[in-house]
């Protein structure tokens, strides 16, 4: 049995998104049991008359939520009432809770894993890894992406060993291509720290390496772990999923445009629907913190249901493969 | 009269799109002087049977070229017989040849400019800026996107006066507004290089600083200049435009599925070719070197003849509208 922890608030559909993600959960998942954290009196009112095993659900009770107004690192202190806050003392004080799914505030999850549940003895920094869909119908996961802004090259040494675990562990992927994101293909192109990561991912034994990656390949489908710092990685996510979006906009403007489009468009929609659905992150689970003590799973702040299911089901897989672990003893081996 | 020099060769589709656009400029635009340096047979061939105005076209010799598989830096000192050599010999020693139009390879181009020409009194670094397409039918320019990969804040100051100017004097927009790439909009957010250099913009007078901006919103057509490092510059237009194209790829792979979506295809045919032009840099002239003492324009290597011409109309538009001038003036008021 593994015990996850769910954040009942933060989000834009909260709470019901997690509610209905956490009863499918319990209902596709046997091996897994949930504490939700969030008001009880609404949780006890929605969860009365589904089917479930009730054996495997538990309510912590927290009035309070952690919202985008609080500014992140201060709320994870002072909102004691808050369902975030308590999932994290629940996360530091119960061994046998082993991981945390949110779809809340990035910023207080980040916050909140330092301080409550910690690193894994021997890695420097934690990396915040979202995942991408790639063309060739694969995922590509980004390490980091925010949550170290400024770095040093051990730290991406040990983002790529922690990223190509994850895909492992996480995904299945056999020995996962880890490309490092510079400004050309060439060895010695890039600034200092590209530089200087280069050579040391060369002599990095338990990593598949296939050097430098450009930004425009990052939804090629030919790498599956793009390791970089968190203010590269941010840019690189961020572009792409602006880029993404605007397109679908230009799309849907030329669809619209005239009589004769709409009909096209008509014709088409079965088509662009499986596009969109190729594009929809709900399908793909959140961000993890890899190298955290703990599983932390982070979900799309506008998640749906399914998404919020597909986070649990994430975090279930991790813990199952045992991802941490496999860190810890690569952090060990490491030094 | 504004004498323009053009390298023949270097790109996909030279020396002919060379030829092409410099024709098209010769007939359209009265005041603009050509030197075409390339193989003089081959250009005196291409020309005999053209009407124009022959008092405004010199051919200058060179029987040898720059390619893609030279070593850029070493190339431009060693290749003495090559076009882009010989083009900014003359950029060095007439002081009439004003602007530089190249699609040959880039680190050739801007090793050369650095090398030849030099850069305008109290610039630090001269920037690589291209422009981007916009969803409202603008235009935006990232300002630096690879020329200097580890800056300072003044470096990022000066690109954004640059950055300004340029797109008042190339582009005619007013009181252009200037970004910084970051990773949010809060002031305290991001790296070292971000939270000094917000602070830097905040005093510099004359720009228009709007705050941060984050990747997703290049294409959103808000900002007029974005200012970062070569770096993450070179992350946030590769990234831009591969996601662009992959979604294309998407769109025509959702396009040709089926019977039914290639009927669909078919009635939104004129619609997308809109949207192709949009997306199209052929239509937008090319990168410049800003801060360099003359005008240098870079346009992509797979440009038509169409997209040469765009860049010489660019290059005579900033010469007409004194850029070099107008940047030497705002540095010698900044120190």
Redesign the interface.
Known sequence: MIKIVVDAYGGDNSPLVNYEGTLKALQNLPEVEIVLVGNQEEIENFFADKQYDKSRLTILHAPDAITCHDKPTEAIKTKKESSLYKAFELMRNDPTARALVSIGSTGAVLAGAVLRVGRIKGVKRPAFCPILPT?QNGLVSICDS?AN??CDPIYLQQFAIMGSLYMQKAYGVENPRVAL?N?GAEEEK???L?KDTYQLLKQTNNINFVGNM???????GNVDVVVC????G??????????????????K???M??L??K??????K???M??KS?MDYNNYGGAVLLGANKTIVKGHGSSKSEAVYQCIKQAYTMEQNNLCEAIRQAMTEQN
Do not use: H, P
């Not at 941010?234 to 979006?245: F, H, M, P, R």
């Not at 009909?263 to 088409?268: H, S, V």
């Open positions: 063309v925010g802004v400024d994101l400004i890039g600034n200092q590209a450009e930004g425009r390949e990052v939804l090629d710092d968190g203010f590269d941010n840019v690189l996510l961020k572009s792409t999923e602006g880029a993404c979006l605007n397109m679908l906009k230009l799309v403007r030329a669809f445009a005239n004769v489009s009909m096209g468009a008509l014709l088409l079965k088509e662009v499986k596009l190729l």
